[in-house]
């Protein structure tokens, strides 16, 4: 199954989380395997070489950039111990309600 191009925009952004999830581990000191242990007592088992891909974003030469599902990205969060947004990059202030468009 052919896979779809990603924009600059979407690289971008997997590309923040990886680093920031890296940055959050290392900061603590911990390895990847350390981490891997934390997903699993979260409730998600996510494995050491499965956030090395996310985190350095290489999933080899023919698969392109690796991108951080939801499930992977509020584990990891809580593994480390932040919000899930710290983990996000600033992509503005959300519109109000009174900017929402109306159906």
């Not at 997903?39 to 690796?66: C, K, M, S, V, W």
């Not at 584990?75 to 109306?102: C, I, K, M, S, Y």
């Amino acid at each position: 199954m052919p896979k779809t191009a990603r924009t600059p925009a979407q690289t971008a952004i997997s590309r923040h989380v990886g680093r920031a999830i890296r940055h959050h581990r290392t900061t603590r000191g911990w390895s990847l395997r350390a981490l891997a242990q934390r997903t699993t007592a979260a409730g998600y088992p996510i494995n050491p070489a499965a956030i090395q891909t996310i985190e350095t974003g290489h999933h080899g030469p023919d698969h392109g950039l690796r991108a951080v599902t939801v499930d992977e990205l509020l584990t990891l969060a809580a593994a480390l111990g932040v919000h899930p947004a710290h983990l996000l990059p600033d992509l503005g202030t959300p519109p109000t309600a009174d900017e929402e468009p109306q159906p």
